[in-house]
């Protein structure tokens, strides 16, 4: 993710310095605490935080623990994961869903931290695990706050509860409390209440949410905070820890260039757990919150489990299968390969499922300059194809990669690009599909996999090796014909060493001769 990007530099620097080291004095303990202690600083990590994690981390890293271990730096290394863990939340929480439904949950925060947008991610999200749930609209302040609602409710086709046009009307505390009697009315079995949000410890809207929390009893109480405005969510989660006593706390905006305080210290600050996170804009961009996961995260250790996740929801087993099959009997299209880009795009950001990869640090170059939009145009490349050109890729002439070009917006160039790599990847897996193993491009002939038959290597063997080229070409017709080059070599006028070289040369030879020198 980018806002731990600088923290993680700093981390993965320190940690290598360490690696060099066989055996860990007190003195490099104690260089890096420090480091470390500097690099969560500079994340905007709480003061309170840092000082518990870092007394921790020494008294840890100065114990046999670190002392007796074979591998010091390596076990520093789990210390400050397993700390990072502890400061996150130790572990998941889940939702608690009420006995007897609906399971009403509340969203609370400041103006501008994303509730209405993430109202509507968590709706999908419990979509997806089975549930029924209805949005309701109790934000009566904010202007345009009940249609934005609307909106993304029916972008992640949920119902919604809004009975007041909003814009100052209406009292959002017998709204909310109608909104579930609604939902037992039509039988959904979650309801999630969207609340005003607050320019600031606002008095009056603090007790408004208060007041909202007494009516309806919700079930779960969910502090939405930006995770990009640093310390500032320390004091503003404890202003509403007991203004409104919220149960869970939900991050927004974790993709966004920040440095990560929030997500290290609000947790510890608070003794509340953080559930989820937002990590996108769009409304599948919305994950639980595992601190054991950011914290290999934050180490650079990746995030392995959460990108297989991903990959099982958006990948069809059955398709995968075909897919596999068609590989193997050598009958992957481009339709084919449309397909697998499509259920790829669905997974979401392709640069963040990257940098889930362990050690993704090493490539963060790579990364940022990657231009997520080259799979949209080579999507629309194949979508301008017809049925029997992504079948049959030999029948693009130049005038079929003309249209192709002009119908998806590129050029011919970027289409012939394709269309070589496709062919190049089909060779590949042809290759494979036989028990072979393919030749990688740039890379000479895998040792062993294609072997000189016998017969030419002996030719090889039998040819001349010598330096000057008219005697490597007098002693190679030599042995063409099948006569064996003498070891003596030639005269001094370039004459082959032969059996005719011991007699001297013959009369035709020497009538050249003459006539050459005018003679």
Known sequence: MAMFGSLTDRLTDTFRNLR????????????????IRRALLDADVALEVVKQFTATVRERALSDEVSKALNPAQQVVQIVNDELV?????SQRRLEFAKNPPTIIMLAGLQGAGKTTLAGKLAKWLVGQGHTPILVAADLQRPNAVTQLEVVGGQAGVPVYAPEPGNGVGDPVRVAKDGGAEARRKLHDVVIVDTAGRLGIDAELMKQAGNIRKAIDPDEVLFVIDAMIGQDAVATAKAFQDGVDFTGVVLTKLDGDARGGAALSVASVTGRPIMFASTGERLDDFEPFYPDRMASR?????DILTLIEQAQRSFDEDEARKVAEKMATDQFTLEDFLSQLQQLKNMGSFKSMLGMLPGAKGMREQLDNFDESELTRTEAIIRSMTKQERQLPKVLNG???????????????EVNALVTRFEQAAKMMKTVARGGMPQMPGMGPIPGMRPTSAKSSTKAKKGSKSGNPAKRASENAAIASGVKPGGSGGSGFGLGGGGAAKDGPSDEELAALQKFLGR
């Open 20 to 35: 060099a080291k066989g055996k860990l004095s007190p003195a490099d303990v104690d260089a890096t605490v420090r480091e």
């Open 86 to 90: 502890g400061i996150l939340g130790g």
């Open 298 to 302: 934050i180490l650079d250790l990746g």
């Open 399 to 413: 005038s079929r990669r003309l249209r192709i070009a002009r119908g998806s917006g590129t050029t011919v160039t």
